[in-house]
């Protein structure tokens, strides 16, 4: 009998514990023996090393994801190397995963039989998607928001990049890797208010 996996999508903001999530999930799978692999896009480049590491001081080794790499491909060589079918595959900082990756995740789920969660943030410090969310928002067969609160007490919803004096930056590349020098996850409505107090150029709608 074939197994069904099923493909999940777990976003939250920058701070919101994604990372360390993963890391428990892994620690269990390990302490009870299930095979599972870790990957996490090279496009983070805060570690030097092929780590997934939380803010809360854990970290586990993992396999690099370039933009290159066809992640089908690299899990049917797993398999067809090491002769063991993981039964879950975790992925950090999904975000950064192309549509083709999420496409080929797609495909290890449903040929493979394999679970495959992603973890990432939903948007960028504009507030627009991700490539990788998107297509995850998009095909993905279980989709769960990991919540975390604003110092209002509001949920966050905006991973907001700040400057060294702390004002709000709106203009820039999507992606600038960053920690808390660089980013601060608030709620939309004290996003909108930190712009009106550092005298940014946002408009609200008429």
Known sequence: MNRIGKLYFRYGTM?????ALLLTTAYNFEERGVAHLCFKP??????????????????????????????????????????????WILIDEAQFLTVDQVDQLARVVDDFGCNVICYGLRTDFKTHLFEGSRRL?????????????????????VNARIDGRGNIV???????????????????????NRQIE????WKLPL
């Open 137 to 157: 928002f998009e095909i993905a067969d279980s989709i769960d928001e990991i919540k975390s609160t604003c110092s209002c007490g509001r949920k966050t919803i």
């Open 15 to 19: 701070g919101s514990a994604k990372t």
């Open 198 to 201: 550092s005298g940014d150029r």
């Open 42 to 87: 090279i496009t983070d480049t805060r570690e030097n090393s092929n780590v997934i590491r939380s803010r809360i001081g854990i970290e586990r080794e993992c396999m690099w994801i370039k933009a290159e790499s066809n992640m089908y491909e690299i899990v049917e060589e797993i398999i067809a190397t090491g002769g063991t079918r993981p039964e």
């Open 170 to 192: 709106t203009e820039g590349e999507q992606v600038e890797i960053g920690g808390n020098d660089r980013y601060v996850s608030v709620c939309r409505k004290c996003w909108t």
